[in-house]
């Protein structure tokens, strides 16, 4: 089992839709949650950092943990052709100095 | 604010010649510095790590080293590159504490021929 699994997608949704973005971690004693927009031949960037039960709006987007499920989530409210990118999940898991990534979710939004 | 550098932005390398890939931060002391390489369609791979000037940990065997000359510079380093180094390479660092966030440099594309 991966420590962080994403499905790879492509996740398609149209111009204007939510697009829901998941991911599974495996250690339960994980701390801190993030999500990272990577567009194609750039170098990742933060979008959400969440590390409490429950959800996290930044305008458009909401990070949403559940802990006991071993579960975080990213929707992207009203979907633009610009969030077409690949969204990587990391997880810190306490007392290391190293974030483990997923492998990253594609999401096409189609004008 | 905090930024990082990383250079050179391109490279295209013979198989068999050494590699020198530069990191640089500015506006934090004492951070956390970390290589990665992300292959073509690929996944990030964390490469090395380090907590402190001198102290680098290597998390997958290969003919790459690193080091760490100054609290805010890492050296990615082959003395022969193979096919299999090629990759978009990234620097990032990160704060000290468990919520700290990570940030990546603008990477280095390498294409080894």
């Known amino acids: 089992q991966k420590e962080v699994e994403q499905n790879s997608g492509p996740l398609s949704v149209p111009e204007g839709a939510i697009a829901s973005l998941n991911c599974t971690y495996s250690?339960?004693?994980?701390?801190?949650f993030f999500w990272y927009r990577q567009y194609s031949g750039k170098s990742p960037e933060l979008i959400m950092s969440?590390?409490?039960?429950g959800d996290k709006e930044d305008g458009r987007f909401t990070a949403q943990l559940n802990k006991a499920s071993q579960y975080v989530s990213l929707l992207i409210r009203d979907s633009q052709p610009s969030d077409s990118a690949t969204y990587l999940c990391?997880?810190?898991?306490?007392?290391?100095?190293?974030?483990?990534f997923g492998t990253g979710t594609r999401l096409l939004v189609s004008p | 604010s905090q930024t990082i550098h990383q250079w050179p932005a391109t490279l295209v390398q013979p198989v068999g010649s050494p590699l020198s890939l530069e990191c640089t931060v500015e506006?934090?002391?004492?951070?956390?510095l970390y290589w990665y390489r992300q292959a073509a369609g690929r996944g990030l791979q964390l490469l090395f790590y380090?907590?402190?000037?001198?102290?680098i940990s290597s998390e997958v065997p290969q003919n790459l080293s690193a080091s760490r000359p100054q609290d805010r510079q890492f050296i990615l380093s082959s003395k022969k590159l193979l096919l299999s180094d090629s990759g978009f390479y990234l620097c990032?660092?990160?704060?000290?504490?468990?919520?700290?966030?990570?940030?990546f440099g603008p990477g280095t594309r390498l294409l080894v021929l």
């Open positions: 506006g934090t002391s004492n951070p956390n």
């Open positions: 969440i590390y409490s039960n």
């Open positions: 380090s907590v402190g000037i001198g102290q």
């Open positions: 990391a997880v810190n898991r306490g007392g290391f100095q190293k974030l483990v």
């Open positions: 990032a660092w990160r704060g000290r504490g468990l919520q700290e966030t990570q940030y």
């Open positions: 250690d339960r004693v994980s701390q801190s």
